[in-house]
C-alpha cells in the first residue's frame, strides 16, 4: 500500500471560515510535507514534518497552521485565509526525512481548495 | 541553492513518435533528480529517480532519463507515446542529503492521435 489519502477533495471556504484538510497515510512514514500548487504551476513546498516534529516552515503566513497529531495524521488548519490562497494543496510522506536512494516521497491526490 | 529548468511548457507529440522532455539543473553539489507526472486533478506520481548509481534511470510506463552531468542535464524520453502519457510533466532536484524537493515549471504534454 503506497497511498497517501486527502479529504476533502473539495473544500470552498469564505474568509472568515476555520476549516481543516486532512491527510492519512499508513506506510509508517516519519516524514510528511505539505505542498501547496497554484493552476499550470509547480507545486512549492510549505511545511515539513518529521517524527512528528515541525522541522521546516517555508515562511508560511500563520494563517496556515499545520499539525501532526501522530504518525499517520497530518492536518493543515485553515483560518481567514485570503482569494489568492486557493490553489491545490498535496499532502507527501516518506520514509524518513530527505531524498536518499530509496527514500521516495509519495504524494497524495489533493485538495482542491476554494477561497471566497 | 539548487534549481532546475524545464525547456518548454508546452510539447504536442503524436502517438507512436517519441517523446522528449528537456530538464537542466544547477546544484553547488551533485544533486538527486527526480521526474514526477500529474494527470488531470490528480497528485503527482514519480516516474523515475537518479540517486547517483547508474547515469541511466529506467522508470514506469516506459520512460528513462539519462543524468549528464557535463550538461547538467536529466532529459526524460518515451520510445513510443500513448494517449494515456498526456499530462503534466515535472522534473525536481533534492540535495543528497536534502529535506527539500524544488520542481520545475512543468511540461505539459499533448498527445496526437
Known amino acids: 500500500d503506497t497511498e497517501v489519502t486527502q479529504t476533502p477533495k473539495h473544500l470552498v471556504m469564505g474568509m472568515t471560515n476555520k476549516k481543516s484538510l486532512k491527510c492519512e497515510q499508513h506506510?509508517?512514514?516519519?516524514?510528511m510535507y505539505w505542498y501547496k500548487q497554484k493552476a499550470k504551476k509547480p507545486p512549492e513546498l510549505m511545511f515539513v514534518?518529521?517524527?512528528?516534529?515541525?522541522?521546516i516552515n517555508e515562511s508560511v503566513p500563520s494563517r496556515f497552521s499545520p499539525e501532526c497529531p501522530n504518525s499517520s495524521l497530518l492536518n493543515l488548519h485553515l483560518h481567514a485565509l485570503q482569494p489568492e490562497d486557493s490553489a491545490l494543496y498535496l499532502c507527501a510522506s516518506s520514509q524518513v526525512l530527505g531524498s536518499g536512494p530509496g527514500n521516495t516521497i509519495y504524494f497524495g491526490e489533493g485538495s482542491w481548495l476554494t477561497v471566497v | 541553492a539548487q534549481s532546475v529548468t524545464q525547456l518548454g511548457s508546452h510539447v504536442s507529440v503524436s502517438e507512436g513518435a517519441l517523446v522528449l522532455l528537456r530538464c537542466n539543473y544547477s546544484?553547488?553539489?551533485?544533486?538527486?533528480l527526480f521526474w514526477y507526472v500529474q494527470y488531470p486533478n490528480q497528485g503527482l506520481q514519480l516516474l523515475l529517480k537518479?540517486?547517483?548509481?547508474?547515469?541511466l534511470v529506467k522508470g514506469i510506463n516506459g520512460f528513462e532519463a539519462e543524468f549528464k552531468k557535463s550538461e547538467t542535464s536529466f532529459h526524460l524520453t518515451k520510445p513510443s507515446a500513448h494517449m494515456s502519457d498526456a499530462a503534466e510533466y515535472f522534473c525536481a532536484v533534492s540535495p543528497p542529503a536534502g529535506n527539500k524537493l524544488t520542481f520545475g515549471g512543468g511540461t505539459r504534454v499533448l498527445v496526437k492521435p
Open positions: 506506510m509508517g512514514h516519519r516524514a
Open positions: 514534518y518529521s517524527y512528528e516534529k515541525l522541522s
Open positions: 537518479y540517486t547517483s548509481a547508474a547515469t
Open positions: 546544484s553547488s553539489v551533485p544533486p538527486y
